[in-house]
């Protein structure tokens, strides 16, 4: 099985800052890479797919990048409704895994 | 709109069983492939299951597998997912989601809103 470990776990930021987050796979998964956003209460969210590709309706703000073992989802300026968790899955093989999450919280 | 609507889940002791079901809508259902995905509360997600459009071809995460059967009924648009012998540790909310298949990167999107089991005795 494939594992995805996401860094940090938490991190704490102001509304404006610029935010990287990263997901790293146990072995290349070319840019089968998915991020998901949940908010509290709230089922997941698909944001990006194929690594860096914007799903429908996601603000520019969101940016995601890499290839093969180490991705990074950006968010360019930090918006108050951005604090929530952030998960990685890949989709390259079954299980599907998915990262532990990194949760967003307000500085 | 496509939605996703879980139900089913509840109390149950250990070693007992549950049948959740999801209710498919908005969509194309019968040529969707399917998951079900779990989240102890306050806990990261686990994928649980996978089930093709046609219900030919079915996968399962090995903390599931010979206890959990994934199917569908296309006629009616239902994703179902049959839990026995069930064990304290597969207490969580249970989502459903559909598999995109317009890029060849196969992200779930839309996810339902869950549906919770709870085991304990």
């Known amino acids: 099985d494939i594992q995805m470990t996401q860094s940090p776990s938490s991190l704490s930021a102001s509304v404006g800052d610029r935010v990287t987050l990263t997901c790293r796979a146990s072995?290349?998964?070319?840019?089968?890479l998915n991020w998901y956003q949940q908010k509290p209460g709230k089922a997941p969210t698909l944001l990006i797919y194929g690594a860096s590709t914007l799903h429908s309706g996601v603000p520019s703000r969101f940016s995601g990048s890499g290839s093969g073992t180490d991705f990074t989802l950006t968010i360019s300026s930090l918006q108050p409704e951005d604090f929530a968790t952030y998960y990685c899955?890949?989709?390259?093989?079954?299980?599907?895994?998915f990262g532990q999450g990194t949760k967003v919280e307000i500085k | 709109q496509v939605q996703l609507v879980e139900s089913g889940g509840g109390v149950v002791q250990p070693g007992g069983s549950l049948r959740l079901s999801c209710a498919a809508s908005?969509?194309?259902?019968?040529?969707?492939?399917m998951h079900w995905v779990r989240q102890v509360p306050g806990k990261g997600l686990e994928w649980v299951a996978f089930?093709?459009?046609?219900?030919?071809?079915?996968f399962y995460a090995d903390s599931v597998k010979g206890r959990f059967t994934v199917s569908r009924d296309n006629s009616k648009s239902m994703l179902y997912l049959q839990m026995s012998s069930l064990r304290v540790e597969d207490t969580a909310l249970y989502y459903c989601a559909q598999e995109r298949t317009d890029t060849r990167h196969l992200p779930f999107d839309p996810w339902g809103q869950g549906t919770l089991v709870t085991v304990s005795s």
């Open positions: 908005g969509f194309t259902f019968s040529n969707s492939p």
């Open positions: 072995q290349t998964i070319s840019s089968y």
């Open positions: 899955q890949q989709s390259h093989s079954t299980p599907r895994t």
């Open positions: 089930i093709r459009y046609d219900g030919s071809s079915k």
